[in-house]
């Protein structure tokens, strides 16, 4: 079993920027995918980051790439999810997501997820 839970988010300005983090612990994270969604009410959860147990990265959309940065830190069991340039369109509750094995823009392929996070950012 594996345990995750999100910190980071809050309210901030257009243009402005946070860190997400995303903490495990139970089944050694670093061999897991670790993905990044976001959803806001009426719309599906979207992807938008992961990171694989090699390194390689994917993102969700044009909109996110430039913008978002996912890493991790396997001493601390964290995974990362940057956000610059924030625009409103990026105001969503943002969840950390693992599995073994992915299908990575799906939401119902990952086994493990956490609490979730609001991020909020003012026009």
């Known amino acids: 079993q594996v345990r995750l839970v999100e910190s980071g988010g809050g309210l901030v300005q257009a243009g402005g920027s946070l860190r997400l983090a995303c903490a495990a612990s139970?089944?050694?994270?670093?061999?897991?995918?670790m993905g990044w969604f976001r959803q806001t009410p009426g719309k599906e959860r979207e992807f938008v980051a992961l990171?694989?147990?090699?390194?390689?990265?994917?993102y969700g959309s044009d909109s996110v790439k430039g913008r978002f940065t996912i890493s991790r830190d396997d001493a601390k069991n964290t995974v990362y999810l940057q956000m610059n340039s924030l625009k409103p369109e990026d105001t969503a509750v943002y969840y950390c997501?693992?599995?073994?094995?992915?299908?990575?823009?799906?939401?119902?392929?990952?086994?493990?997820w956490g609490q979730g996070t609001q991020v909020t950012v003012s026009s």
């Open positions: 997501a693992a599995d073994l094995a992915v299908n990575v823009r799906d939401p119902l392929s990952y086994k493990y």
């Open positions: 990171l694989s147990p090699s390194g390689s990265t994917t």
């Open positions: 139970g089944r050694t994270f670093s061999t897991f995918f």
